[in-house]
């Protein structure tokens, strides 16, 4: 059984800043890629930002320049660095995982983490 399990999520001012995490743990033998995806009810899920296993990113253009993605050495790790949030950055920030275990590979969510930018 594969989980993941985000945090770092929380009420901040615009312009300020916030480091989500996402952990993976359980047996698999490694992840592929990791996505941050985020969703505001009556909208549709939107991909904010990916990074591959070989440090591969790709980022939303509404959050380019002010959002950074990374994972730890160990690859099981993924942060999201928000900087200059802006209210419109409010959502559910769900990470998403694709897992491999083998010999097939597996896509997995977390349950989210709420981020909540003030004007």
């Known amino acids: 059984q594969v989980q993941l399990v985000e945090s770092g999520g929380g009420l901040v001012q615009a312009g300020g800043s916030l480091r989500l995490s996402c952990a993976a743990s359980?047996?698999?033998?490694?992840?592929?890629?990791m996505d941050w995806y985020r969703q505001v009810p009556g909208k549709q899920r939107e991909l904010v930002a990916r990074i591959t296993s070989s440090g591969g990113t790709k980022y939303a253009d509404s959050v380019k320049g002010r959002f950074t993605i990374s994972r730890d050495n160990a690859g099981n790790t993924a942060f999201l660095q928000m900087d200059s949030l802006k209210p419109e950055d409010t959502a559910l920030y769900l990470c998403n995982a694709e897992v491999v275990v083998l010999p097939f590979s597996y896509s997995y969510w977390g349950q989210g983490t709420q981020v909540t930018v003030s004007s």
């Open positions: 359980g047996s698999f033998s490694n992840i592929n890629v």
